[in-house]
């Protein structure tokens, strides 16, 4: 995810802590890295992944998690570093996750919905999305909206609008200038990056492709993603 690696870019000199393993992990341009995979193997994978859509967490999860957290504390105060922990919950689902370790551990908490969350996630579980939002709009200290957008519909959830930032992360397009490609009579190729979901569009992709390939017989085109 691009916004994950711009996150790691603003955090590179801090003590940053992931959740959740992922591939990408040793791309993130961030040195002081640890990353979790907590699943003990006892409950069948279905099954948690159920859960954790809901913005459920187990309690032999909520106890690994406090356990962790207060050991990072711990070292990093007996290193003698100044912390100042901040636990910042990706997708709201997420944020009700964690919700129950930061209560108990009185972290600061600072929530981002991207978008499924802010749509998909309340229309699919009505009133128990309102409760679990109704919790966590309560304690986190910010919630941040990645568009106008989806402030509106925070908002529209009881979100209280002082607490809602938009932080918009989207691409710098500095760091990637046009290059105008030079006429030629070699091969074309054109690239399209994203995960393997029918909401990416990738179908419309192919569709043009097929189109392309009547005047442009030498495109090629390089799908990148997984899923």
């Keep these: 995810e691009a916004f994950l690696y711009q996150l790691g870019k603003g955090m590179a000199g801090d003590q940053v802590v992931c959740c959740r393993a992922m591939s990408c992990m040793s791309l993130l341009p961030t040195r002081n890295l640890i990353s979790f995979q907590k699943s003990s193997g006892l409950i069948p994978e279905k099954i948690l992944a159920t859960v954790h859509a809901l913005g459920h967490s187990l309690p032999g999860e909520r106890r690994f998690w406090v356990r962790i957290f207060k050991e990072i504390i711990a070292n990093s105060t007996k290193e003698g570093l100044a912390v100042q922990p901040v636990v910042h919950a990706h997708f709201g689902p997420d944020g009700c996750f964690i919700l129950p370790v930061v209560r108990h551990l009185k972290l600061p908490l600072v929530v981002t919905f991207h978008g499924f969350d802010g749509t998909k996630y309340p229309r699919k579980f009505g009133v128990l999305a309102r409760w679990k939002y109704g919790q966590l709009f309560t304690?986190?200290?910010?919630?941040?909206?990645?568009?106008?957008?989806?402030?509106?519909?925070?908002?529209?959830?009881?979100?209280?609008?002082?607490?809602?930032?938009?932080?918009?992360?989207?691409?710098?397009?500095?760091?990637?200038?046009?290059?105008?490609?030079?006429?030629?009579?070699?091969?074309?190729?054109?690239?399209?990056?994203?995960?393997?979901?029918?909401?990416?569009?990738?179908?419309?992709?192919?569709?043009?492709?097929?189109?392309?390939?009547?005047?442009?017989?030498?495109?090629?085109?390089?799908?990148?993603?997984?899923?």
């Design 139 to 227: 304690f986190a200290k910010k919630i941040i909206a990645i568009s106008d957008n989806m402030k509106a519909k925070l908002i529209a959830m009881d979100c209280p609008a002082d607490k809602i930032e938009v932080l918009k992360v989207g691409l710098a397009l500095e760091n990637y200038p046009f290059h105008p490609p030079s006429p030629t009579n070699k091969e074309i190729r054109l690239g399209c990056i994203g995960r393997m979901v029918e909401k990416k569009g990738h179908s419309v992709v192919l569709n043009a492709l097929s189109l392309l390939l009547q005047r442009f017989p030498t495109l090629k085109l390089h799908l990148v993603g997984d899923g």
